[in-house]
């Protein structure tokens, strides 16, 4: 699991963990927060089904939810940011600051590929072979 921020960002984006070994993707069955909420580090705040099994996520930061990018009963693909927690709440405005860390974001994407964590073993290496 893991956080796309840089040190001292105010809001942290948690995204849909690989939690089956090379599954795509998942279905929020339960949200167990909601916006405004505050939630602590290993606090499950969602529940997912995959094609093996349904499974709880505890959140790895603390904070105050921000936004819940999906409702219930959508299917969302590993990788996709499923949540957004504000870990300075009450620093100032949440429209300055929600506004900036998104633009710098989007162009970093294209970048180089990398490992993320993942509940269950590594996930998926970014493949180094081409095919003929």
Not at 24 to 53: F, H, M, N, P, R
Not at 88 to 95: D, E, I, K, T
Request: charged share 25%; aromatic share 6%; glycine share 10%.
């Amino acid at each position: 699991m893991t956080a796309s921020t840089a040190n001292g960002q105010r809001f942290r984006e948690f995204k849909m963990p690989d939690v089956g070994e090379g599954l795509t993707e998942a279905e929020i069955l339960k949200w167990y927060v909601g916006v405004g909420d505050t939630v602590s580090d290993g606090q499950v705040v969602c529940e997912v089904e995959t094609a093996k099994a349904a499974v709880e996520l505890p959140i790895p930061f603390d904070g105050v939810v921000h936004e819940l990018r999906f409702p219930e009963g959508t299917t969302v693909d590993v990788g996709q940011v499923i949540i957004s927690v504000d870990t300075a709440p009450g620093s100032g405005p949440v429209a300055e600051e929600s506004a900036a860390p998104a633009a710098p974001a989007e162009p970093e994407a294209p970048a180089a590929p990398e490992r993320q964590a993942v509940l269950v073993g590594y996930g998926a290496a970014p493949s180094s072979t081409k095919r003929r």
